[in-house]
């Protein structure tokens, strides 16, 4: 039972920029990892993901050039970087697991996808 927790998230000016944090309770060199965000009435998007051996990640085409999804194994945690944030970024951002082989070379954006989730932590981009 992998376990995870959100950090970072606030109010911050548009154009401004955050660096989300997701803490692991272990082992997260044998999960894929993906970031994803819910607005208000909205459907939950999967923003970004990155593979559990390659590292390879990928980004949601709103996001691209934008965000940057890293994780360091050595310490369980991965990591959302948000520059240039505009109000259409403001959300519960979430981070999620998912375990096994499937994940070693490539992820997945799609929420049915992942077992182990967050909490969220909110990101509001106002002024």
């Known amino acids: 039972q992998l376990q995870l927790q959100e950090s970072g998230g606030g109010l911050v000016p548009p154009g401004g920029s955050l660096r989300l944090s997701c803490a692991t309770s272990?082992?997260?060199?044998?999960?894929?990892i993906a970031w994803f965000r819910q607005a208000p009435g909205k459907e939950r998007e999967g923003v970004a993901c990155?593979?559990?051996?390659?590292?390879?990640?990928e980004y949601a085409d709103s996001v691209k050039g934008r965000f940057t999804i890293q994780r360091d194994n050595d310490k369980d945690t991965a990591y959302l970087q948000m520059n240039d944030l505009s109000p259409e970024d403001t959300a519960v951002y979430f981070c999620?697991?998912?375990?096994?082989?499937?994940?070693?070379?490539?992820?997945?954006?799609?929420?049915?996808?992942?077992?182990?989730w967050g909490q969220g932590t909110q990101v509001t981009v106002s002024s």
């Open positions: 990155i593979s559990s051996q390659t590292s390879d990640p």
């Open positions: 999620a697991a998912a375990g096994g082989w499937l994940w070693y070379y490539r992820c997945s954006r799609s929420p049915s996808s992942y077992t182990y």
């Open positions: 272990g082992g997260m060199r044998h999960f894929g």
